[in-house]
């Protein structure tokens, strides 16, 4: 699970920011929390903002962070850095970007590193063990100081364009802390529905087990049935994986629906309304997230999407039933229909702002301080009306809009 995120001079987020996904104290929706041990974890959080406030740019620092780990040297090396992220880099000061997460085993870690102009000048890795982080490795530069068995290991001339959590994972790929952490990354997903591009490959993608797990078929229908209820099967063309990778990879889906009286015809897939079609190829995304208790971050959820729809996928990783992996949902939108406190927690609720200056931050509803007259000084209240209130202004991190006059003159 993840409980922290934190980032720095990433874009338009120039300070500090926390993306806290630790439950508070908060007696609401206790069934929104996944209870671990002694702590409790949010399992959805929901980030609101004006277009171009920052709210993409949280989940692109996490996806950033992700490739930098995964991606291979040489891979790297042929990708150079998109300049675009080092925004607020003019004095020299470096991107940071470091998780807390809770791994598998049940340890719990803190790893992060800061990079500048595509250099690595700083990494780290601790174990908390009884409410203190321990040191694994801590990086300067080009030297690593390694500590195993209260000895430490140093390692010079590490490349500077290459993360040390990606090399020693590779040099000893029985170190179980390591293992832990790069898993971790491997597992979580970040969908950036915002780019046409992206969002093209998932829609271009399916997963063969549709043709040789009966087991995972028959889930996938039964899950676009709880949302499209004329839909009766599927139909893959050809019928077995090895006919399709006969046919290059080519697969022609229809989705079996039910018409007047009783009678089955199939639909081209690609005549199905853009929300089926959305969550059709989502599909293997929610139940990874859900099964293996990984994290998803999703950048414009709800796009294309009816409010209960985008509802019915935050109630999915709420139930505990649906939700036994203790999965969590990290995702971007503009749906106010759904931002009240029948649905939410006000710790899983989040906005980004953009100042003045250009500059971004993120803060949590509960932690919010009202400024209006009444109730100056006072945090929002959980019987408060959400929706009414963001949109009037009353939470900040909405578009300010000026007056627009046409001029018919020729």
């Not at 549709?210 to 087991?215: A, C, G, Q, R």
């Not at 990984?294 to 109630?315: C, G, Q, S, W």
Request: with cysteine; aromatic share 12%; glycine share 4%.
């Amino acid at each position: 699970m993840l409980i922290r995120f934190n980032f720095k001079n990433f874009k338009s987020f120039k300070n500090e920011n926390c993306l806290d996904m630790e439950a508070t104290s908060l007696k609401e929706h206790e069934y929104n929390v996944a209870k671990i041990d002694n702590d409790e974890y949010l399992k959805v959080s929901a980030i609101y903002g004006a277009n171009a406030s920052g709210k993409t740019n949280v989940l692109q620092a996490f996806g950033y962070m992700q490739n930098r780990i995964l991606k291979t040297d040489d891979s790297r090396k042929n990708t150079p850095m998109d300049e675009n992220v080092f925004t607020y880099m003019i004095n020299d000061d470096p991107i940071s970007l470091e998780v807390e997460i809770l791994a598998k085993n049940g340890k719990i870690y803190k790893y992060g590193f800061e990079v500048l102009k595509d250099n690595i000048i700083s990494e780290w890795l601790f174990e908390k063990r009884v409410n203190k982080f321990y040191t694994i490795f801590e990086r300067e530069n080009n030297i690593v100081s390694l500590k195993n068995n209260n000895k430490t290991t140093e390692y010079a001339n590490i490349d500077s364009r290459t993360l040390f959590l990606n090399i020693f994972s590779k040099i000893d790929s029985n170190n179980e802390d390591f293992n832990n952490v790069v898993t971790w990354f491997i597992n979580a997903n970040y969908l950036d529905l915002g780019n046409p591009l992206f969002e093209n490959n998932i829609n271009n993608r399916i997963s063969l087990k549709i043709l040789s797990d009966e087991k995972y078929k028959n889930e996938l229908i039964r899950f676009i049935k709880t949302f499209e209820s004329g839909i009766e099967g599927i139909k893959i063309t050809p019928d077995s994986v090895e006919a399709v990778k006969n046919n290059n990879g080519v697969v022609k889906i229809e989705l079996i629906h039910k018409g007047e009286n009783g009678e089955l015809k199939a639909l081209p897939f690609y005549l199905e309304s853009n929300g089926t079609r959305k969550m059709f190829h989502l599909f293997d995304f929610f139940m990874d997230a859900l099964k293996n208790g990984m994290v998803l971050f999703v950048d414009e959820l709800d796009a294309k999407l009816h409010p209960l729809l985008t509802r019915y996928i935050i109630n999915l990783f709420h139930n505990s039933d649906t939700n036994k992996g203790n999965g969590q949902l990290i995702y971007s939108t503009h749906d106010t229909v759904n931002l009240n406190k029948e649905t939410f927690r006000r710790d899983e609720i989040w906005f980004a702002e953009k100042d003045k200056d250009g500059i971004s931050e993120i803060y949590a509803l509960s932690d919010y301080i009202l400024e209006d007259d009444k109730n100056a000084g006072k945090k929002v209240r959980n019987d408060a009306t959400y929706n009414k209130d963001y949109l009037t202004g009353r939470y900040g991190a909405i578009p300010v809009l000026e007056e627009f006059d046409i001029d018919y003159e020729e």
